[in-house]
């Protein structure tokens, strides 16, 4: 199994718009962050995990030809404005896309992107299959994938688990079944916000004492990372052994 982190960035993405803090105009690559989604490959299996307003520029960045599948973790624009360039895909190969959502955040789609449920004489609206999920484990291709409640501030937001891989973003909380599933896991991707405290997102202090002290994976990495991290250089000084802050463009191999 092998991700690639195709944005890394909050709902603003970095550099944020007008902003002139060091972060924003900071010539290190690993400062520029695209809205938060993840490649995953699992022999024939390529699946997105989650579709923001940067899907297109990271599909190109890719070379992705046809995705197996594309996951939904709730239904936040950041994580769904990109549905309509799915588009280009149904163009090319002629067939729909597949897209597994969570029941709850399915509203959001509908109400963003009528036209995929009911085109009407719009022609080239997106094609896809909407695959509804409920709770139980769900397979895209042949990858099979746990879902894993979590709470974005009042928010229901599902991280996924799959092998010993866990990915999990927009959380504030998580309860004790869903600290149950990651028992056991070796690597973890986790949101870290900024540097203070959030209502809707882990903070980094709150993010670092959860993987350490609750579910101590072997490896983990941090994303949906918003300007107030600082720096990517100096904020992974402080770090501990095992958790680093995840990067637009980063690759691993996972054993």
Known sequence: ?????????TSTGVPVISCTCEVCT??????????SSLLLENADDKIIIDCGPDFRQQMISINMDFPTGI???????????????????????????????????LHAIQTEFPYIF?????????SANIHTLKGENFTVGSTTFTP????????????????NF???TDASSISEETIDLLSGID?????????????????????????LRVIKPGKVWFTHISHFMGLHADASEFLPEGISLAYDGLSVELS
């Open 1 to 9: 199994m092998k991700i690639s982190f195709l944005g890394t960035g």
């Open 26 to 35: 900071s010539a290190d690559p690993r400062d520029q962050r695209l809205r």
């Open 71 to 105: 996951i939904i973790t709730h239904g936040h624009r950041d994580h769904i404005a990109g549905l309509d360039d799915i588009r280009g895909f149904n163009f090319i190969h002629r067939k729909p896309v597949e897209i597994f959502i969570p029941q709850h955040s």
């Open 118 to 126: 009911n085109p009407g004489n719009y022609k080239r609206a997106p």
């Open 148 to 163: 894993l409640p979590c709470l974005h501030n009042l928010e229901e937001v599902w991280g996924y688990k799959t092998g």
């Open 166 to 168: 866990a990915y999990i």
């Open 187 to 211: 690597y973890l991707v986790l949101n870290a916000l900024r540097i203070k405290p959030h209502p809707s997102h882990f903070s980094l202090e709150q993010a670092i004492d959860l993987v």
